[in-house]
């Protein structure tokens, strides 16, 4: 009995929440073969059996205040060992809907994650490709600005080498050109004519140029000659004027398509910002769900242990009671078969 009281105390003492509130000693100062020899010598010193009786019914009054107090102690393990086992299984439930609620979370955030991401990846090779598209219309237009640039010089000389062939149709027309100034400008217009790649329209005037000494009638030559000019210098102006309204045309058409990809590029960045800022947020939402299921698992861990142990030690409590009240209840017998013994020694005896 005193081996089953120290074990019931060890298995207490190494649960912290399941302290015994009313700590009992069984028998500690009776005992059933003490009573067994005491009846026995009594009954051979013919004692009285009302004195007999008294001893046992001390020991019967013992045996019941001693039950009594277990069964006090036993109804207030009973009632802490419910309340434990309910605070653990309530604590585990916490523990296990917490967990359940993060990991749903944690598997929502990753898919959002990893479709952000995709996402974002695909928004930077678009805005790579974009930006790439802006540098190419920069760099065409850099081009044809400078080609139009270069245009305007091959026109602006055109001009001015027709302007001087007039000059000389009208030296001409006076008879004070040479030949050699007749041939310096034929240079000049064919240069001109290649310059402008308008051969077609310099054709006649060349070839009156080239023929203005072998006329007749030179003056006359002449002033076909300059009306001739005069009809190129307009066609070269005309060319230019269109030349110009293709480049201010083509200006704008780069302009709008410019406009177009930075406003897209625009988007694009905006779109960017803002899917790398949920990328963030969701990594926040990971770290700080995974830190919570991982609390939730070792709560639920640890009041799962807990449990355990208070339902084994509730059940030590409850092996205890039975085997202890059992062995009272014996004691009981032995008393009521000694109390018989007694009356029949006494009936014997009369």
């Known amino acids: 009995m005193k081996v089953t009281i120290t074990l019931l105390v060890v298995l207490a003492l190494a649960n912290a929440g399941m302290v015994q509130k009313f700590p009992i000693t069984y028998g500690g100062k009776r005992s059933i073969m003490n009573i067994m020899v005491e009846v026995e010598n009594k009954i051979k010193a013919h004692s009285p059996l009302d004195t007999i009786r008294g001893v046992l019914d001390n020991f019967k009054s013992a045996v019941a205040q001693e039950q009594g107090t277990h069964d006090e102690v036993y109804g207030a393990q009973q009632a802490e060992c419910q309340s ?21 979370i944690l598997k929502t955030s990753t898919i959002l994650l990893k479709k952000t991401s995709a996402t974002l990846g695909e928004t930077e090779n678009i805005l790579n490709s974009v930006s790439q598209h802006i540098g190419l219309i920069n760099d065409v237009r850099k081009e044809d600005t400078q080609s139009y640039n270069r245009g305007a010089v091959t026109f ?9 062939a007039i000059d000389l149709g009208v030296a001409l027309v ?71 309204a293709e480049n201010t045309n083509a200006l704008a058409l780069f302009s709008q398509q410019k406009d177009l990809y930075l406003a897209t590029q625009s988007r694009l960045d905006a779109s960017k910002g803002r899917l790398t800022t949920k990328a963030e947020n969701l990594q ?66 009369q």
């Open 84 to 104: 434990e086992i309910a605070y653990r299984r309530a604590e585990v439930d916490d523990a296990s809907s917490t967990l359940q609620i993060a990991n749903g």
């Open 156 to 164: 602006n000389d055109a001009i001015n080498s027709i302007d001087d």
């Open 174 to 244: 006076k008879g004070e050109a040479s030949l050699i100034q007749v041939a310096e400008m034929t240079t000049k217009l064919m240069l001109a004519s290649v310059a402008t790649k308008m051969n077609k329209a310099f054709m006649a005037p060349l070839a009156a140029l080239a023929q203005i000494k072998q006329e007749d009638d030179a003056a006359g030559a002449a002033e076909r000659l300059v009306q001739l000019l005069q009809t190129l210098r307009s066609n070269v102006e005309e060319a230019w004027a269109s030349y110009t």
């Open 284 to 349: 926040g939402v990971i770290s700080v769900q995974s830190a919570i299921a991982q609390a939730a698992t070792n709560k639920r861990q640890r009041n799962q242990t807990l449990w355990d142990d208070a339902a084994d030690l509730c059940h030590s409590f409850d092996v205890e009671y039975e085997t202890v009240t059992a062995g009272r209840r014996q004691e009981l017998v032995l008393v009521q078969e000694l109390e018989r013994l007694a009356e029949r020694r006494a009936a014997e005896q």
